[in-house]
């Protein structure tokens, strides 16, 4: 079994800050990419980043200059740091990432999902 725990949501002001974290437990033979994702009401899920194991990263266009994604391979952690929060950002962000289990098996996992509110 593999899970992916989310936590940092909240509600902030705009221009504001927030770091989301997303740690990968479980049995766990090696995690490829990861990625943050996130969701408006009414909208398809969309990506916001993702960093794979060697550290290439990619970015969406509306969060360039602004969010910056990270990981931790000993701690199985990825961190999304968000800077100068826009109300457009506001959304249900989740974590995803590819993962080999001990029983050499490869899939996606997704976390449970943090909602993040922009609103003065």
């Known amino acids: 079994q593999v899970q992916l725990v989310e936590s940092g949501g909240g509600l902030v002001q705009p221009g504001g800050s927030l770091r989301l974290s997303c740690q990968a437990s479980?049995?766990?033979?090696?995690?490829?990419?990861m990625g943050w994702y996130h969701q408006a009401p009414g909208k398809q899920r969309e990506l916001v980043a993702r960093?794979?194991?060697?550290?290439?990263?990619n970015y969406a266009d509306s969060v360039k200059g602004r969010f910056t994604i990270s990981r931790d391979n000993a701690k199985n952690t990825v961190y999304l740091q968000m800077n100068n929060l826009e109300p457009e950002d506001t959304a249900v962000y989740y974590c995803?990432?590819?993962?080999?289990?001990?029983?050499?098996?490869?899939?996606?996992?997704w976390g449970q999902g943090t909602q993040v509110t922009v609103s003065s």
């Open positions: 960093i794979t194991s060697s550290g290439t990263i």
């Open positions: 995803n990432a590819h993962i080999v289990t001990l029983l050499l098996a490869g899939s996606d996992y």
């Open positions: 479980g049995s766990i033979f090696k995690i490829y990419t």
